[in-house]
């Protein structure tokens, strides 16, 4: 068993993943680690050096000397606020090809575990449950339509300003979703025995209740 408690919650981008685990971890008062951005960050700072994001040593000597930080709701790299730069689905695509080595993904697991601090930790991503916390009581696994998911980050990119056309979102939802399930390590699964919650019709709240749930059967609190 992991000493800290830890609750991981993986699935594609636009299940509601995100906005989940950062309620969740709310409610229960722990912390939160949006482990995507951890791979986005890296694939801005490879591409800002120029570093080819199929070249998997250069990257992990990046990744094992990326100077990143989580400051509030602030992502900082080499301490500049790159919140709204890595959230682009350039910065998707980009983050999902870096995440497609292995050595790249060695170099930040103890990164990623070292969150694991008291008094719990909520974990977003997409090998949380699988990989890089298997011993976690609680796993959930999000799922949704594809449609649906590129509807949601359709509506979320233009909220935030951001000039999208939704066919071109679907189709990098596509490819990114092919990647991240057919790479060689660590790929998207469901992990065993995780809650598997398919999202399409279902709003926030109702899909916080049925995780919380899960996690009251096992932390009463
Ligand atoms: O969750 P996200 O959309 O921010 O993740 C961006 C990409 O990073 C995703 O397409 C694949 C990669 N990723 C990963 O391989 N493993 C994780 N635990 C989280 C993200």
Redesign the pocket.
Known sequence: MTAVPVVTIDGP?GTG?GTIAELLAKRLGWHCLD???L??ALGLAAQRRGIDLDAAEPLARLAAGLRLEFRDARVLLDGADVSALIRTETA?GA??RV?AHAAVREVLLDWQRAAACPPGLVAD????GSVVFPDAPVKVFLTASPEERAARRYKQLKDKGMDVSLPALVAEIEA?DAR?RGRAV?PLVAPRGALVVDTTSLAIPEVLDRVLAAVRRVFPG
């Open positions: 981008s993943k482990s995507g951005a791979y986005r998707g983050a999902s995440a991503g997409r090998d949380m990114r991240d660590a």
